[in-house]
């Protein structure tokens, strides 16, 4: 069974950090390209970062140079580390573990809700 569990979402005042992380089970993670969304209330989900199974990374233009993604393949792990946190960045971050290119599969997380008070 194909588990993705985020973590470390809460509440931050703006300007502060948090660090996401998605644990995964039941898949093999290095041959997965990893992805962090969000969906904010009233919003589309949209992309925030992905990591390539050899770890080239893309960023939405509204995060680059304040989050960064990263990956554990050891440890089945994506991370999201979001630095200068804004009240626009508040959403519901969902992780997503791909491999549409090779199977067809595409896996979510439950979400972790990220809260940024002005």
């Known amino acids: 069974q194909v588990q993705l569990v985020e973590s470390g979402g809460g509440l931050v005042q703006s300007g502060g950090s948090l660090r996401l992380s998605c644990a995964t089970s039941?898949?093999?993670?290095?041959?997965?390209?990893m992805g962090w969304y969000r969906r904010a209330p009233g919003n589309k989900r949209e992309l925030v970062a992905t990591?390539?199974?050899?770890?080239?990374?893309n960023y939405a233009a509204s995060v680059k140079g304040r989050f960064t993604i990263s990956r554990d393949n050891n440890k089945n792990t994506v991370y999201l580390q979001m630095n200068s946190l804004k009240p626009e960045d508040a959403a519901l971050y969902y992780c997503?573990?791909?491999?549409?290119?090779?199977?067809?599969?595409?896996?979510w997380g439950q979400g972790t809700q990220v809260t940024v008070s002005s």
């Open positions: 997503n573990a791909d491999r549409k290119w090779l199977t067809g599969e595409d896996y």
């Open positions: 039941g898949i093999i993670f290095s041959m997965f390209d």
């Open positions: 990591i390539t199974r050899d770890g080239s990374t």
